[in-house]
C-alpha cells in the first residue's frame, strides 16, 4: 500500500469529492496509486456505472485543478471494461494492485488477479526490448564513454521497472526476502541474483547509476557488457518461465 504525504492525502481527498460531485452514487471505487520512477503525481482509478460523454465533459474544468495539485487525471472505468482488460495490460495492473491504496467505495480488486501466463507474456516483451535497445544503442554509440554512459543512466529506470514486474512472478523458490514487495533496488538486485543468476553487483551498479549520474561509472564499456549479459539472462528466464 502507497504511503502518502500530508499534501498527497489532501490532494487525494480533494479529488475524490469532485468525483463524487461529478457521479454522485455512480462512482463505485475510487483507489490512489503512485507513479513510476520517482514520479510524485498522484495516480487513480476510478470505477463508474455508465461512463458518459457528458461525465467527461463535466470533468473537464476540474482537469487543471488536479494538475496544480500533482493529480493525474484519473483512469475511468467500468467495472466491465477493467474486468476485460485484464489481460491486456497486465503489468500495469499488477503495479496498482500491488502499490494501491481505498479511497472510496467497494475494493475493485477483490476477487480479480492478473493471470501469471500474461504477466509472463508481457514481461517478456519487456525484457526482449531492453536487450534489443541496449545492442543497438552500443552500435550507435560508436563506442564513445560518455555515450555509453548516458545509455547505462536512460536504460536504468525501465531495467528497475522490467525487474519490478518479475518479481511478481511467482516463484516456488523464491523465499520471502527475494520477493520483498517494498522492491527497493537491494531486494531486485537479490531477486535477479537469485532467480536468474545475474550478478547482484550488476544489478547495483546499473539501477545506482540512474540516482548518481555518469561521473560514477568508472569504465561505462565494462559495465554496458556486464549489463548486456545481464539483460540477456533476464529474458532467458522470463522466456523459459512456467
Known sequence: MARWTESQQGAIDALALDLERVFGPRLQSLVAYPGHGGDETVHSLALVEGLTFHDLAACLPLANVWHRRGVAVPLMLSRSELRRTLDIFPLEYAAIIATHSLVRGSNPFAGITVAAED????????????????????????????????????????????????????????????????????????????????????????????????????????????????????????????
Open 119 to 242: 504477466l509472463r507474456r508481457a514481461c517478456e516483451a519487456q525484457a526482449k526490448s531492453q536487450l534489443i535497445h541496449l545492442r543497438e544503442a552500443f552500435l550507435e554509440s560508436h563506442g564513445d564513454g560518455a555515450s555509453v554512459a548516458r545509455l547505462i543512466i536512460s536504460s536504468a529506470t525501465p531495467f528497475r521497472a522490467l525487474l519490478t514486474n518479475i518479481a511478481r512472478l511467482p516463484d516456488e523458490d523464491a523465499s520471502a526476502a527475494d520477493v520483498d514487495m517494498t522492491q527497493s533496488d537491494e531486494s531486485l538486485a537479490r531477486m535477479a541474483e537469485t532467480r536468474m543468476g545475474v550478478p547482484s553487483r550488476v544489478v547495483r551498479d546499473v539501477l545506482s547509476a540512474s540516482v548518481t549520474g555518469q561521473m560514477t561509472i568508472g569504465e561505462p564499456t565494462a559495465l554496458l557488457s556486464r549489463y548486456i549479459d545481464a539483460a540477456q539472462r533476464v529474458w532467458d528466464y522470463v522466456d523459459r518461465w512456467r
